[in-house]
């Protein structure tokens, strides 16, 4: 029962582009922030990009000015634009996003299945 489900991973050469996409199931409301996390071999998971509701985006240093965060609410999707990638980009990315599935719940933490990003020098 995956609630989020990411695709547009895969390998590309450094310097190229990426578009990932993630849409989080309808059953999911009351959602402000959506973003995507990564892992890498070794390390910690760690925020690539969040955007609210209202707007308001986050991004990890290491990605600023290449990566964009975007939603369309309509769709209950979260896309991460990915410019000029790095080998040190290469990870596993997870979309995440914070909502719940009954009115009665607080909000709860969800994530997708993680797809795979590989760039090559």
């Known amino acids: 029962q995956v609630q989020l489900v990411e ?3 895969g390998l590309v050469q450094a310097g190229g ?7 989080a199931s309808k059953r999911i409301f009351s959602v402000n922030l959506m973003g995507w996390y990564r892992q890498a071999p070794g ?3 760690e925020l690539v990009a969040t955007m609210a509701n ?3 985006t986050n991004y990890a240093d290491s ?10 609410n309509g769709k209950n999707t979260v896309y991460l634009q990915m410019n000029n990638l790095k080998p040190e980009d290469t990870a596993v990315y997870y979309c995440y996003a914070n ?3 009954r009115t009665w719940e607080r909000l709860s933490d969800y994530w997708g299945q993680g797809t795979q990003v590989t760039v090559s020098s």
Do not use: E, H, P
């Not at 582009?17 to 849409?23: E, I, M, P």
């Open 43 to 45: 390390k910690q998971r």
């Open 17 to 23: 582009s990426l578009r990932l996409s993630c849409a």
């Open 99 to 101: 909502g719940r599935t």
């Open 63 to 72: 990605v600023k000015g290449r990566f964009t965060i975007s939603r369309d």
């Open 54 to 56: 209202s707007g308001s």
């Open 7 to 9: 695709s547009g991973g």
